[in-house]
């Protein structure tokens, strides 16, 4: 009597365990794309498209007109600046930290890297909160595995994601 109350103990708390591993299933993250961007930094906007690809961030500005067509590529510890075929190199640890093309790479870079936490999960979109190097993160990553936005309330930013591709 005892092995079978022993038996049906073990059997009951592997088929619990079985079970809730199995709700916490996670999007993959498309981590190389392109998309087109929307992004607040205080009262400042921008828009633009941005093409991720293996920790190599390239962004051009559309909106506002005073920048539009600015060029900003950020990857291995430099930052290129072009507009007009005039290009300028920087090592990024030269620049200001908080800026926001420091911020919109930190973004595309960090968001992918397994540390995340799910906050929130629904049919449509998961909800994840990642300590960056800018500080914390909150954003959303579609059925699809797209990030469609992301959020670091201490550095006052937000980027809302559209039109994204994967890239191979």
Do not use: W
């Amino acid at each position: 009597m005892k092995k079978l109350r022993l038996l049906i103990f073990v059997f009951a708390v592997a088929t619990l365990l079985l079970a809730c591993q199995s709700g916490e299933s996670r999007k993959s993250i498309i981590t190389n794309f392109s998309a087109d961007f929307t992004a607040k930094k205080g009262n400042f906007s921008a828009g633009g498209s941005i093409v991720e690809c293996d920790g190599e961030t390239e962004l051009i500005f559309t909106d506002p007109q005073t920048v539009s067509g600015l060029k900003i590529v950020n990857g291995g510890g430099e930052i290129a600046i072009e507009i007009d075929d005039l290009v300028s190199t920087a090592d990024e640890a030269y620049l200001p930290n908080e800026n926001m093309p420091q911020l919109i790479h930190c973004v595309a870079t960090e968001i992918c890297d397994g540390r995340e936490i799910l906050f929130q999960k629904n049919n449509k979109s998961d909800t994840y909160i990642l300590e960056t190097s800018k500080g914390k993160c909150t954003y959303s990553v579609d059925e699809n595995g797209y990030i469609l936005s992301a959020e670091i309330n201490s550095k006052n930013f937000r980027i809302d994601f559209r039109n994204q591709l994967a890239l191979s």
